[in-house]
């Protein structure tokens, strides 16, 4: 069966008449009528019972008809969607963020993306780390990626986002909580809670320590920054976080800026030579969105 010849059946079914059928369809009746006919012969089966005054269905016509309208309705719609697609309008990206980025920029992401890109569907995984992050695109298991750089591929490309610097997180009741400002040197002796060892923050954190004068004692790692801040609110040690993590609250923490803060990057990434339109308007909404976001942390 050819896609014309079930235009012009669910024409002449709807109308009941060939010749409204004719007009509607911008053609002349007879051959019309020839296309219902080598329909039928196709089919094996009559579709239209014909009198001189009117076109009766056929049992045979009525589900053919049924499911004739539901084919084009889905073709009409695929057509509009696949031209929204290839205009950026409409489109599907399944993004993951870095472990702080969550907690402020992701819901900042998610709610303007609703409302300047509709055609839009996201797919968000929160609390990842770089490493992840990166397997992810590579693997085509991600399209965008809100991470730390450095990014050790030759296979994505990157776009700067925002500068973040650490900062102390420490129980509420420990002894430095007082001090309006700590310098690393203070945490010296402390016993530490960080990111695990091949997250970006983790190298930085290390290097700060290590230019500070002193090796961090790490008596505990944790992925997600929701667990590592309920490790300094059980007393198990203090850390150094990212400032934007200040959003996520959780009794029993304070923060505290440093002297002299070692900085984290933030980035989004994306696989290189993905050139469709949508991810392109995405990722400058992304860069909309972390400027003024940058300026309020400035």
């Given at each position: 069966?050819?896609?014309?010849?079930?235009?012009?059946?669910?024409?002449?079914?709807?109308?009941r008449?060939?010749?409204r059928?004719?007009?509607r369809?911008r053609?002349?009746?007879?051959p019309?009528?020839q296309?219902?006919?080598?329909l039928?012969?196709?089919l094996?089966?009559?579709?239209?019972?014909?009198?001189?005054r009117?076109v009766?269905?056929?049992?045979?016509g009525?589900?053919?008809?049924?499911?004739?309208?539901?084919?084009?309705?889905?073709?009409?719609s695929?057509e509009?969607?696949?031209a929204?697609?290839?205009s950026?309008?409409?489109g599907?990206l399944?993004?993951?963020?870095?472990?702080?980025?969550t907690?402020?920029l992701m819901?900042?992401?998610?709610?303007?993306a609703?409302?300047?890109?509709?055609?839009?569907?996201?797919?968000?995984r929160?609390?990842?780390?770089?490493?992840?992050?990166?397997s992810?695109?590579?693997?085509?298991?991600l399209?965008v990626?809100v991470l730390?750089?450095?990014?050790?591929?030759?296979?994505?490309?990157l776009r700067?986002?925002?500068?973040?610097?650490?900062?102390a997180?420490?129980?509420?009741?420990?002894?430095?909580?007082?001090?309006?400002?700590?310098?690393?040197?203070?945490?010296?002796?402390?016993?530490?809670?960080?990111?695990?060892?091949d997250?970006?923050?983790?190298?930085?954190?290390m290097?700060?320590?290590?230019?500070?004068?002193?090796?961090?004692?790490v008596?505990?790692?944790?992925?997600?920054?929701?667990?590592?801040?309920s490790?300094?609110?059980a007393?198990?040690?203090?850390?150094?976080?990212?400032a934007?993590?200040r959003t996520?609250?959780?009794?029993?923490?304070?923060?505290?800026?440093?002297?002299?803060?070692?900085?984290?990057?933030?980035?989004?990434?994306?696989?290189?030579?993905?050139?469709?339109?949508?991810?392109?308007?995405?990722?400058?909404?992304?860069?909309e969105?972390?400027?003024?976001?940058?300026?309020q942390?400035?």
């Open positions: 069966m050819e896609l014309r010849h079930l235009r012009y059946f669910v024409a002449v079914a709807e109308e008449h060939f010749g059928a004719a007009d369809l053609m002349a009746q007879p019309l009528s296309q219902i006919k080598q039928e012969e196709q094996g089966t009559l579709l239209l019972a014909r009198t001189t009117k009766e269905l056929t049992a045979a009525e589900l053919l008809l049924e499911r004739g309208r539901r084919i084009l309705e889905e073709l009409e695929l509009s969607d696949v929204q697609v290839g950026g309008v409409k599907i399944r993004i993951g963020f870095t472990g702080s980025a907690y402020r819901p900042r992401v998610v709610r303007e609703k409302e300047q890109l509709p055609g839009l569907q996201l797919k968000v929160g609390e990842m780390l770089t490493p992840q992050l990166i992810g695109l590579e693997e085509h298991a399209d990626g730390r750089p450095p990014a050790d591929s030759d296979r994505l490309e700067p986002l925002e500068r973040d610097e650490l900062i997180a420490l129980p509420h009741d420990h002894p430095l909580a007082a001090e309006e400002r700590l310098s690393l040197q203070q945490l010296a002796g402390e016993q530490f809670i960080s990111y695990p060892r997250s970006v923050v983790y190298r930085i954190f290097e700060a320590c290590r230019k500070a004068g002193f090796a961090p004692s008596v505990q790692e944790a992925r997600e920054t929701s667990t590592l801040l490790f300094v609110a007393g198990t040690g203090v850390a150094l976080i990212p934007a993590t996520f609250s959780l009794a029993g923490t304070v923060f505290r800026p440093l002297a002299d803060p070692p900085a984290v990057e933030l980035a989004v990434a994306w696989r290189a030579g993905d050139q469709r339109p949508m991810l392109a308007r995405f990722i400058e909404l992304m860069q969105i972390s400027q003024p976001m940058k300026d942390t400035s």
